[in-house]
């Protein structure tokens, strides 16, 4: 799920102009020598001896920035500045045609929907039914709206990216669908890369124009996708996580990028060489390897670097670090700051000793908590999580 924070401007609405000139800023910096711009020619060219053009720098450009080529970066902002201009004249809604209802995990692109021309309505799921209690009403009154979808709407576009959150709600939504009533059509649109200049981590940091690109690849949900929904929203709610995990180790042809998701999610599992779920490792490593850091700083390395696919939003990591607190012996410190985000955190010696997996996490009497329908609680045998294997394993009390 990508952060719910206040929009800034997108670094995913590129300029022609702007990457002609940082083509050539890299080509002059490369005669002069710089070590760094020879080392970026040096990993897109194939006659490293031949004198580097402003093709080679055009081609190292676009590659970093997850173009194929420099044509595909100019068909890009060509195909983007059309749709702006579509919006600036106006032109009729895109989802006009049937009346529409958007499916999205939270309120990011509410708000640029609109600003891209949609007129559908929209809602939102935030229930995952993972890892917090959820409301029974709020839950009641979800699934009343989905039930409605089908009567009131001609069309259902669900819109998701490749994180946990979203998938495992999009696994949700597939196994209502599944077992109720359709709508006439059901569409979705399930984003896993986007080009730019930056990691890509969900649809929360792209443009309205961008919108409307990803609008033209929606595909109708099919079959096979609901019933492989129904089965992933089984096995996550299931008391015992292996047949999840047999899931994800298929592949899930059908919904391909549900299943690095699902992985991810069953990371969340204490970890069989030391008790620590993913999330929590990570967090111990970046202050392991970087020293003292404010939670700020930890938690952009975690969002844009460490972690393989990003699980926490800005609030739910504040959320982990008063859990990771809240044991009997501290693994981290923080130091007091004018705002949370800005404390500054320490790993102390037994956090090295939980990583190094000379103490086990669990020992240290965590709150009990939730991955799915898996309960963790200290002190009782309990599911781990074996990498290697990727696979659960029931283990003895710790």
Same mark, same amino acid.
């Given at each position: 799920?990508?952060?719910?924070s206040?929009?800034?401007?997108?670094?995913?609405?590129?300029?022609?102009?702007?990457?002609?000139?940082r083509?050539?800023?890299?080509?002059?910096?490369?005669?002069?020598?710089?070590?760094?711009?020879?080392?970026?020619?040096?990993?897109?060219?194939?006659?490293?001896?031949?004198?580097?053009?402003?093709?080679?720098?055009?081609?190292a450009?676009?590659r970093?920035?997850?173009?194929?080529?420099?044509?595909?970066l100019?068909?890009? !902002?060509?195909?983007?500045?059309?749709?702006?201009?579509?919006?600036?004249?106006?032109?009729?809604?895109?989802?006009?045609?049937?009346?529409?209802?958007?499916?999205?995990?939270?309120?990011?692109?509410?708000?640029?929907?609109?600003? /891209?021309?949609? !007129?559908?309505?929209?809602?939102?799921?935030?229930?995952?039914?993972?890892?917090?209690?959820?409301?029974?009403?709020?839950?009641?009154?979800?699934?009343?709206?989905?039930?409605?979808?089908?009567e009131?709407?001609?069309?259902?576009? !669900? $819109?998701?990216?490749?994180?946990?959150?979203?998938?495992?709600?999009?696994?949700?939504?597939?196994?209502?669908?599944?077992?109720?009533?359709?709508?006439?059509?059901?569409?979705?649109?399930?984003?896993?890369?986007?080009?730019?200049p930056?990691?890509?981590?969900?649809?929360?940091?792209?443009?309205?124009?961008?919108?409307?690109?990803? $609008?033209?690849?929606?595909?109708?949900v099919?079959?096979?996708?609901?019933?492989?929904?129904?089965?992933?929203?089984?096995?996550?709610?299931?008391?015992?996580?292996?047949?999840?995990?047999?899931?994800?180790?298929?592949g899930?042809?059908?919904?391909?990028?549900?299943?690095?998701?699902?992985?991810?999610?069953?990371?969340?599992?204490?970890?069989?060489?030391?008790?620590?779920?993913?999330?929590?490792?990570?967090?111990?490593?970046?202050?392991?390897?970087?020293g003292?850091?404010t939670?700020?700083?930890?938690?952009?390395?975690?969002?844009?670097?460490?972690?393989?696919l990003p699980?926490?939003?800005?609030?739910?990591?504040?959320?982990?670090?008063?859990?990771?607190?809240a044991?009997?012996?501290? !693994?981290?410190?923080?130091?007091?700051?004018?705002?949370?985000?800005?404390?500054?955190?320490?790993?102390?010696?037994?956090?090295?000793?939980?990583?190094?997996?000379?103490?086990?996490?669990?020992?240290?009497?965590? /709150?009990?908590?939730?991955?799915?329908?898996?309960?963790?609680?200290?002190?009782s045998?309990? $599911?781990? $999580?074996?990498e290697?294997?990727?696979?659960?394993?029931?283990?003895?009390?710790?």
């Open positions: 799920m990508t952060d719910r206040e929009r800034p401007p997108s670094a995913f609405r590129l300029n022609l102009e702007q990457q002609k000139n083509a050539k800023d890299l080509l002059r910096a490369a005669k002069a020598g710089d070590a760094d711009a020879l080392s970026r020619l040096a990993a897109v060219r194939r006659d490293s001896q031949a004198p580097a053009k402003l093709a080679d720098a055009q081609f450009i676009a970093e920035q997850r173009f194929a080529s420099w044509e595909k100019k068909a890009h !902002i060509a195909s983007m500045e059309r749709q702006r201009a579509a919006m600036e004249a106006k032109s009729p809604a895109l989802d006009a045609d049937l009346t529409t209802l958007h499916i999205r995990c939270g309120h990011d692109i509410q708000e640029p929907l609109a600003q /891209a021309g949609f !007129i559908g309505g929209f809602l939102v799921h935030l229930f995952p039914g993972t890892h917090h209690e959820e409301d029974p009403e709020d839950l009641r009154r979800l699934e009343e709206q989905l039930h409605a979808s089908a009131n709407y001609e069309r259902v576009v !669900i $819109w998701m990216e490749h994180d946990s959150w979203d998938q495992l709600i999009l696994a949700r939504l597939l196994a209502h669908y599944a077992n109720a009533k359709r709508p006439r059509v059901l569409e979705l649109i399930a984003v896993d890369e986007f080009p730019g930056q990691r890509y981590i969900g649809l929360g940091q792209l443009p309205p124009e961008a919108l409307r690109l990803l $609008w033209a690849r929606r595909k109708p099919t079959p096979a996708q609901l019933a492989l929904g129904n089965e992933a929203s089984v096995g996550i709610m299931a008391n015992d996580p292996r047949p999840l995990a047999a899931l994800v180790r298929s899930m042809p059908a919904l391909p990028i549900m299943a690095p998701a699902l992985h991810r999610h069953l990371r969340e599992l204490p970890s069989v060489e030391n008790g620590l779920r993913l999330t929590e490792q990570l967090v111990l490593e970046a202050l392991r390897d970087r003292p850091a939670l700020n700083q930890i938690w952009r390395s975690l969002t844009l670097q460490l972690d393989p699980y926490a939003a800005d609030l739910a990591f504040l959320d982990l670090i008063q859990y990771m607190l044991v009997s012996e501290p !693994i981290l410190t923080l130091s007091p700051a004018e705002r949370p985000f800005l404390q500054p955190a320490t790993i102390t010696d037994l956090g090295r000793a939980v990583l190094r997996g000379e103490r086990d996490w669990l020992s240290l009497r965590p /709150a009990p908590r939730r991955v799915g329908g898996v309960r963790i609680e200290p002190g045998p309990g $599911w781990r $999580w074996n290697a294997l990727r696979d659960a394993v029931l283990l003895e009390a710790c």
